[in-house]
């Protein structure tokens, strides 16, 4: 018979799922049937309107358990920072895409006066909506990921447990923009196992700065920016080797435990 403790979180875990996923994809369904036929100012500010899923989420679900105590945490945890090479790390994938884009430069793969015209970004405003879904996705999702999902998984499993439970509910989220954003052969076959050496580096990188929301906010927004707009070919390939090496090396390092020097942030 099931414990009443854990019932109290599967039942938590589901809240918080159905209200996410709820959220999203009631923006996102319809999208894909207007996608091709909009505006692609228009269809980029739908789009990035999906992002307040996981946000509204946590959102509740940590004011219902903790309450103004568990805002106040969330506010910290905002704020935080951390050792300066942890800071860094959480720029990788921008640094990565510097590089990246320095080599493409010098060997003539990339030219930016092409990109700027292929791309329209003619203007502040333009240049402003095409990293916008990098801004908001990178900061929105994290709100629920990590701000409240990861950490209340950690409350009752492993972060190698909580990591794959996560990566399973972050993968499904995206479910509608299979069919208009995404290859949905890609979407099905490689997101998610990619995904989860994402959401491996992710938990290292949040129990390591020892809950600190802020790093992972801009791990994720700087992640966006190099694989999101294929900005450079380069970068994203090397971005998502490094994701895979640093995955297996913290899980063999540091333990399904913790995934992380540090113990494990819990809800």
Known sequence: MMSKSKKHFINELILYVVIAYSITWAILI??????NALDPIIREIWHVCGSIGPFIAGL??????????GMSKLKKRLVQVSRLELILFSLSPLIILTISLLFEYFI???DII???????LNSLGALFIFILPSLCYGTFEEFGWRGYLLPAL?????????TLILTFIWWFWHFPTFFYRYDLIFALLMMLPLMFFGSAVFTFLFN???????LVIIFHVCYNLVTSHQISITATLL???FFI???IRIIKEYGRQNLSKNVAIRF
């Open 154 to 162: 950690q409350q009752k499993k492993d972060a190698l447990i909580s």
């Open 239 to 241: 971005t998502t080797i």
């Open 108 to 110: 003539g793969w990339f």
């Open 208 to 214: 390591q700065s020892k809950g600190s929301l802020l």
């Open 114 to 120: 092409q990109f700027i015209q292929s791309n329209q």
């Open 60 to 69: 509740i679900s940590i004011i219902r358990i903790q309450g103004i105590e």
């Open 245 to 247: 090496f640093m995955a």
């Open 30 to 35: 319809p999208l894909i049937f207007y996608y």
